[in-house]
T-cell receptor, first 114, second 114 residues
Framework: SAVISQKPSRDICQRGTSLTIQCQVDSQVTMMFWYRQQPGQSLTLIATANQGSEATYESGFVIDKFPISRPNLTFSTLTVSNMSPEDSSIYLC???????????FGSGTRLTVV | DQQVKQNSPSLSVQEGRISILNCDYT??????FLWYKKYPAEGPTFLIS???IKDKNEDGRFTVFLNKSAKHLSLHIVPSQPGDSAVYFC?????????????WGAGTKLIIKP
């Protein structure tokens, strides 16, 4: 299965600023997913990122707040823009599953907005 | 509307005994189910999956049971070990979804007592 390197692992940011999270995959993958896990809650899909096209956002998430780049088949970034304390969460990237093998996730980015 | 439910936020089990984690779903279109384990400060890791054409899948100490009529699946860990202490998520998908989206439960925190 793919190996994902996600950076940064954690950050503490001031409200109103932006943070860009990077995910690098060791193999080419068609689809990458960005998730959020808020404290005590399950994983929530933010958007699906395909190479060469705009990301598809889930209900409640918009491109202006969470712009995503997918410049090639091994890399993607998620930016959390104009942050507020409500954006404090763990952000995870994952790659399209191989049937029977499940998704592979990055190690996550723990974001705290103060 | 929660399509995948894990009604037990936490579970405490004695080392060496059986751990049983439960998951219920509402969408009869789901035909593929997965269990993930998550340690703090790490991304979820795939554990085991089951297709709706089966009612049981076993991998070492881990067995997943699927009861389609009850829309219920469970993960059995036998014997439980201290390293099994983690949050366990169940997730569901449907094969007609070309986006490979997963619907996640809220997770159950498993604590293995020595």
């Amino acid at each position: 299965s793919a190996v994902i390197s996600q950076k940064p692992s954690r950050d503490i940011c001031q409200r109103g600023t932006s943070l860009t999270i990077q995910c690098q995959v060791d193999s080419q993958v068609t689809m990458m997913f960005w998730y959020r896990q808020q404290p005590g809650q399950s994983l929530t899909l933010i958007a699906t990122a395909n190479q060469g096209s705009e990301a598809t956002y889930e209900s409640g998430f918009v491109i202006d707040k969470f712009p995503i780049s997918r410049p090639n088949l091994t890399f993607s970034t998620l930016t959390v823009s104009n942050m507020s304390p409500e954006d404090s969460s763990i952000y995870l990237c994952s790659v399209v599953p191989v049937r029977g093998g499940g998704y592979t996730f990055g190690s996550g980015t723990r974001l705290t907005v103060v | 509307d929660q399509q995948v439910k894990q009604n037990s936020p936490s579970l405490s089990v004695q080392e060496g005994r059986i751990s049983i984690l439960n998951c219920d779903y509402t969408n009869s279109m789901f035909d593929y189910f997965l269990w993930y384990k998550k340690y703090p400060a790490e991304g979820p890791t795939f554990l085991i999956s089951i297709s709706s054409i089966k009612d049981k899948n076993e991998d070492g100490r881990f067995t997943v049971f699927l009861n389609k009529s009850a829309k219920h699946l469970s993960l059995h860990i036998v014997p439980s070990q201290p390293g099994d202490s983690a949050v366990y998520f169940c997730a569901a998908s449907w094969s007609l979804d070309s986006n490979y989206q997963l619907i996640w439960g809220a997770g159950t925190k498993l604590i293995i007592k020595p």
